[in-house]
C-alpha cells in the first residue's frame, strides 16, 4: 500500500533535542518530508537536502506541475499540514495531477498576535523564493510552478517576489511561475493598480495572478482597521488593473455555504478560512491551475456589473 507523503520546506527553528518546530525563526530552510504514522498516532517526518526535496517533489507529482501553499498568519504548523491536506485532496478530486507542497514560516498561531506574524512575514519572503520558488525553477525538471496564497500569505509573496531581479533565476531572461491564487489575501489593495510596484512585480515574474475576494472576511474587516488601508481579499482590486491581474467576487458564493456558528469567535475565523473546504473554489482553482479561460469557467459568473464571481 502506498503511503502519502507531504512535503513542506520551513522557516521555522528546530528544536535539535526534542525534534520538533517552534514558532521562531530559522537561520536556514529546512526541507521536510512526513510520512507514515507511528504506532503513538503521530507522523514520522525526515529532513531531506535541497536537491532530495526537488527530487521527491517531482516523485509525488504525475504531472510537470507543483503547487506552493503559502499560509496566512495564526497558524501552527499542523494547522498548515492539514490545510495542505485540504488543499492537495481537494485539488486532486477535480482532476489535479501535479505535486502539492507548503512553505511554513514561523506564524506564532494565535489570533492575537497579528502584529508579531506581520513583522514575521516581513522577514520571511526572500526565502520563500530562493528556498523553493526558484530552485523547483532551476532544476533538471523544471515543473510549471504555481502559488496558492492565504491570508498574510499573499503579502509574503509579494514582498519576496520584489526582492529578486531577473538575474537571480536560471536563464538570461526573467524568470517566471505560472499561476498565483490569492485567497482572502492581506495586501494592500492598492499594490495591484496598474502600474503599481507590486502589480508590476507579479506581472513580470508570473503569466497570470486571480484574486478571490469575500465582503464578508471578518478577520481582514479588522486588518482594515488596523492598517487603515484596505485589503485585497475583502475588497478585491482597483477598477484598473493589467488583463493579466483577475478579480473573483465570492461574496455570495460564501453567504450560500456558511454555517452558523453558536460562537463568534468561530464564524469569524470560518469567514476567514472557508476557501479551502470549499468544493466550488477548489474545483475553480483546479481549472485555474490548468490554465483555463479566466471568462470561460464553468464555475464563474458575471455580476450585475459584469465582473467574475464565484457561482453561488
Not at 526565502?127 to 532544476?139: A, K, Q
Not at 478571490?212 to 488601508?229: M, P, Q, R
Request: hydrophobic share 40%; aromatic share 10%.
Amino acid at each position: 500500500m502506498e503511503v502519502a507523503m507531504t512535503l513542506f520546506f520551513s522557516r521555522r527553528a528546530l528544536n535539535t533535542k526534542t525534534n520538533t518546530f517552534t514558532n521562531n525563526m530559522s537561520s536556514l530552510t529546512r526541507y521536510v518530508s512526513v510520512q507514515g504514522q507511528r504506532p503513538d498516532g503521530k507522523w514520522s517526518s525526515h529532513l531531506l537536502d535541497r536537491d532530495a526535496f526537488v527530487a521527491a517533489t517531482q516523485a509525488e507529482a504525475q504531472s510537470d506541475d507543483v503547487l506552493i501553499y503559502v499560509h496566512g498568519f495564526n497558524t501552527r504548523q499542523r494547522d498548515m499540514l492539514a490545510r495542505h491536506k485540504l488543499i492537495e485532496d481537494g485539488l486532486r478530486a477535480e482532476g489535479y495531477r501535479g505535486a502539492v507542497i507548503s512553505f511554513d514560516w514561523p506564524s506564532r498561531g494565535k489570533s492575537t498576535s497579528y502584529a508579531r506574524d506581520l513583522r514575521m512575514a516581513g522577514k520571511v519572503g526572500k526565502y520563500l523564493v530562493e528556498g523553493g520558488v526558484l530552485p523547483l525553477l532551476d532544476s533538471t525538471w523544471k515543473p510549471r510552478v504555481h502559488l496558492i496564497c492565504h491570508s498574510m500569505g499573499a503579502f509574503i509573496t509579494l514582498d519576496g517576489f520584489a526582492r529578486f531581479g531577473d538575474s537571480s533565476g536560471p536563464g538570461s531572461g526573467a524568470w517566471k511561475v505560472d499561476e498565483i491564487l490569492f485567497a482572502a489575501g492581506d495586501a494592500h489593495r492598492r499594490d495591484f493598480e496598474k502600474g503599481a510596484a507590486g502589480a508590476l512585480v507579479l506581472r513580470h515574474h508570473s503569466k497570470r495572478l486571480t484574486n478571490y475576494y469575500s465582503n464578508d472576511d471578518e478577520v481582514l474587516t479588522l486588518a482594515f482597521a488596523y492598517h487603515g488601508k484596505p485589503r485585497v481579499g475583502l475588497s478585491g482590486m482597483p477598477d484598473l488593473v493589467f488583463a493579466e491581474h483577475v478579480d473573483l467576487y465570492a461574496t455570495e458564493r460564501y453567504r450560500h455555504i456558511k454555517p452558523t456558528f453558536p460562537d463568534d469567535t468561530e464564524a469569524q475565523l470560518f469567514s476567514h478560512r472557508w476557501w479551502f473546504e470549499d468544493a466550488r473554489f477548489l474545483k475553480d482553482a483546479a481549472l485555474t491551475l490548468a490554465g483555463g479561460a479566466a471568462g470561460a469557467l464553468p464555475t464563474r459568473t458575471r455580476t450585475n456589473l459584469g465582473t467574475l464571481a464565484l457561482k453561488p
